[in-house]
């Protein structure tokens, strides 16, 4: 099994990335595929065409307002665990499971500790496990994903977006955080990266791995409601991605 986490600034493209990933996973037939929508503000099941009954912020909303009417025999840890188990949407290409936001103000903390809890004893049954971190650096500083293989730092091409992502390989140092990889990918690049952006990469010690051009085809698909799981296979951000991939997954065999 190999986790790959998707993280960056916000607006950036990181959920649509990630279902680009979990796309060409699917193509290569690659599975079983776990997706995990780690964002509080749930929107990778949209991309990826899917509908999802229930999240683990809901599902512990939903303790919350019912502890004292537990089945017999049951602890609220095991009730979790089924409710959370039950939420997982299952389709023929991938499973997906979502963090979602807990009603009313207040920390994420315990919500992200029972993902963090849940995910490892999902993960055992996928070969790859994509998550889609929330913006920033939040979920890295809770330890949300102890495990990582790869970690795609996903930016624009903006100085803020590089320098973003140069905090969050920081923080990844500071921590004791398991990461095989850490790896800088571009998105919506129009041309080639600018002298000025190569510089900030490099005083960040970031290491470029991609740049996914920009797609009109992608900002259609949006505009429409389209998920972009149904996007043609020779659009310019499936054939970077493609590339991308197929890079990484070389580069993880020959490191055997």
């Known amino acids: 099994m190999k986790t790959i986490a998707i993280s960056g600034k916000g607006g950036t493209g990181k959920s649509t990335v990630s279902a680009l990933i979990i796309r060409w996973l699917k193509d290569q037939e690659m599975g079983p595929i776990l997706a995990v929508d780690a964002d509080s503000n749930v929107n990778l099941n949209d991309l990826l065409g899917v509908q999802i009954e229930e999240t683990v912020g809901a599902i512990r909303e939903e303790l919350k307002r019912s502890a004292h009417k537990l089945p017999g025999g049951m602890t609220k840890q095991e009730f979790l665990e089924y409710k959370i188990h039950a939420s997982l949407r299952e389709t023929r290409d991938f499973d997906l499971i979502a963090m979602g936001r807990p009603e009313g103000p207040g920390c994420y903390c315990y919500a992200n500790n029972l993902l963090r809890d849940i995910l490892k004893t999902l993960s055992n049954n996928y070969k790859f496990v994509v998550i889609d971190n929330e913006a920033g650096m939040e979920h890295l500083s ?21 320098r973003a992502a140069g905090k969050i390989s920081k923080l990844l140092f500071e921590l004791d955080t398991r990461v095989g990889k850490k790896l ?13 952006l ?7 010690d970031l290491h470029l791995f991609s740049s996914i051009p920009e797609d009109d085809t992608l900002l259609r698909m949006d505009q429409s409601g389209k998920p972009i799981w149904k996007i043609a296979e020779d659009s310019p951000a499936s054939k970077a991605v493609h590339q991308m991939m197929t890079e990484l997954m070389e580069g993880q065999n020959n490191s055997v």
């Open 198 to 204: 190569h510089k900030i990469i490099d005083e960040h």
């Open 184 to 196: 800088l990918v571009l998105n919506r690049v129009k041309g080639s990266v600018p002298d000025i």
């Open 142 to 162: 809770r330890r949300t994903t102890q495990k990582i293989d790869c970690l795609l730092l996903i930016s624009d091409p903006s100085t803020r977006g590089v």
